[in-house]
């Protein structure tokens, strides 16, 4: 697998309160609402990340199950912002407190999604640069339905090509 660009890979901070922060910027050559279909409608989700089935708009819970990942457990997810196609805000009720903002911004003719994730203080090195590397396979695979480019399919060479990057990052 070839070098990953920098623009494509998260970046991680701290903030004030020592929590980490993971954010991605992906932009594309298509309307927002196009966008935002391929971030929730189910017959999209399914062909880059997997299935939420449940209640739609702010304060609706259901499952979400992300199918690359064999034998994953649906995890329970709560919607708690929705403003299409500008924002959706999911927060995972398994325990790990995960909360998932998706902003898109229109400009241009171009449309850029903001993917930011908030991890605790004490979130450990090793699993956040898990943590970042998967998102990027998934935004990867979101970039390949949207625009027909390959769409990353080998897991571990992708995470050999991509995860020391993030290893850098996350220590």
Do not use: K, N
Request: net charge negative; aromatic share 10%.
């Amino acid at each position: 697998m070839t070098a990953v660009p920098d623009e494509r890979r998260g970046r991680i901070s701290t903030d004030p309160d020592g929590r980490r922060r993971l954010v991605f910027r992906r932009s594309w050559p298509d309307p927002a609402a196009d966008v935002w279909a391929a971030l929730t409608e189910p017959e999209r989700t399914a062909r880059w990340i997997g299935r939420y089935e449940g209640g739609t708009g702010p304060g609706a819970e259901g499952a979400f199950s992300m199918d690359a990942e064999e034998g994953a457990p649906s995890q329970p997810v709560r919607i708690e912002e929705c403003d299409p196609p500008r924002r959706l805000v999911l927060q995972w009720l398994d325990g790990m407190g995960w909360r998932v903002e998706l902003d898109l911004a229109e400009d241009g003719g171009t449309t850029t999604l903001t993917f930011t994730q908030v991890l605790p203080a004490d979130t450990d090195a090793g699993f956040l640069t898990d943590v970042a590397a998967g998102w990027h396979w998934y935004l990867d695979r979101l970039h390949g339905v949207l625009t027909g480019a390959e769409v990353p399919a080998d897991w571990d060479a992708f995470l050999a090509a991509v995860g020391p990057g993030y290893a850098v990052q996350g220590s």
